[in-house]
């Protein structure tokens, strides 16, 4: 079960919110074992459609976007391995988003009843997607204000890093390394800037040596730096965890205690890196 909790990226994400049981990693890997290929550029879900299935990335990008009647495309957030795409909107009776793929990619499809019933049965993971929500929420949050009061070397250097930190969480990079796909029109499109402008940043960050974008891999060579041009660190990303005083209403029978108990060295070394990140963030922004 171990190794199946260090492959499944949807595992993997959830478990930074809340401890899972067994039976919800289970649940977690039949939902990912059925995946459907999909080249990019695909639209899987299409503004004013009636929902049919929600998704899941097993593999490869995906963006979630709004076109304006001019034809213009604002991307609001990318999905990585892990995520789950758009599960409200099986409650709703049409969407008013599009979500494309970035290259190739895998999806697992959920329907609703399915959805439905895993929320209605597995008080754990219920909790573990209300907290994956308040994540979404956070990373809205810095995506407003990036695009209202951010420079534009920040806000490239903020979704970089954003990337780099979502990814690694869920076993998707090599320390500050990662298989990007997307484009410099997708980063464009995203922080609202011009291709050409967002060519011309990544250019001066190859420069000055914060960043190597080589053949569609990212990596970082100097996070401290790219910390302080974005004005953040990665703490937006952990929003919390299921606080022990309520964990009894998500897991009343009481058999996560041992397990929470065992983890917390390893939740102790999680919350030691991000503490070190927000102090290198400091020194660097002092700087």
Known sequence: MESGRAQNPLVA????????????????QA???????????????????APRSAFIVTRGMACRYR??????????????PGDFIDMHVLLLNSIDHFV??????????VDRDTA?????RHPRLKAAFWWSARQEDAMLRERIVALGRRSARGRVAYLLCELV?????????EKDAVRLP??????????????????????????EQLITLEQRRLTLLDVEKLQGISGLNPDYLRPGTTPSGLMHYFDPAGIL??????????????????????????HAAQG
């Open 13 to 28: 994400k959830l478990l930074q919110f809340t401890p899972l049981a067994d039976e919800d990693i289970r649940v977690l």
């Open 31 to 49: 939902l990912c074992s059925s995946e459907e290929r999909f080249k990019g550029n695909v639209d899987i879900l299409v503004e004013g459609d």
């Open 67 to 80: 076109l304006l009647p001019d034809g213009q495309r604002q991307i609001l957030t990318f999905l990585i």
């Open 100 to 109: 494309s793929t970035i290259g190739r990619t895998r999806l697992a499809a």
């Open 116 to 120: 439905i019933e895993i929320v209605a």
């Open 165 to 173: 930190w979502r990814l690694r969480a869920v076993g998707g990079s």
């Open 182 to 207: 997307v484009t410099q029109i997708d980063l464009a499109d995203a922080l609202g800037l011009t291709p050409v402008y967002v060519n011309r940043i990544l250019q001066a960050f190859r420069r």
């Open 257 to 282: 205690a041992q397990r929470s108990t065992a983890a917390e060295p390893t939740a102790i070394a999680a919350s030691s890196r991000f503490a070190s990140s927000a102090k290198s963030y400091k």
